[in-house]
């Protein structure tokens, strides 16, 4: 049961194209909602964040855009770079638990050609 | 920095092979996270840790075992490695709350083959 649906699987677009990569998920009892980033052969790293109570938050060419009622949120990259070709991951935490491990989406594969 | 160092990057191990993977945390971390990464299926949660000794499932711990004897040390254990165990596994560590509880910290990940 995968809770937190991420599409496309991969993704290729032009320097200063606009990628864009779509999560949905199911449970209300998320509240915290990260995007990662995942270069070849490290770990991921957290890109940008929002909670619940923002429909929009914007990090230098990074944005998230929050749906709560269609409980969807994306991630838009403006002008893009070679140097943004890489994996990324939506997530999602629950806030009921205390809980603090994320729940992730199954990942974006990106490429941005010269 | 916060630094999460996973100590084994490459392994390849026998099917039936005990398997230990550390990993170390130098922020004094209450959290760590054992994750694995397949393609096409993202991070599954296989166990995670709120602090010494203490441990709770997460979403896939069928096969293995961790242990935390140490507040910056989480071991994950395969008792008896299988094939469907190949992937790579990250470690990560957050603080316990406030705003700087919200980041989670990745280890560069330990690619695990088991033939």
Known sequence: QQQVKQSPQSLIVQKGGIPIINCA??????????????????GPALLIAIRPDVSEKKEGR?????NKSAKQFSLHIMDSQPGDSATYFCAARRWDTGRRALTFGSGTRLQVQP | DVKVT??????????????????????????MFWYRQDPGLGLRLIYFSYDVKM??????????????EKKERFSLILESASTNQTSMYLCASTA????????????????LTVV
């Open chain 1, 25 to 42: 998920y199911e449970n209300t009892a998320f509240d915290y909602f990260p995007w990662y980033q995942q270069f070849p052969g490290k």
């Open chain 1, 62 to 66: 990074f944005t998230i855009s929050f």
């Open chain 2, 6 to 31: 996973q100590s084994s990057r490459y392994l390849v191990k026998r099917t039936g092979e005990k398997v230990f993977l550390e990993c170390v945390q130098d922020m004094d971390h209450e959290n």
């Open chain 2, 55 to 68: 441990k709770e499932k997460g979403d896939i711990p069928e096969g293995y075992s961790v242990s935390r």
């Open chain 2, 96 to 111: 316990l709350g406030g705003l700087s509880g919200n980041t989670i910290y990745f280890g560069e990940g330990s690619w």
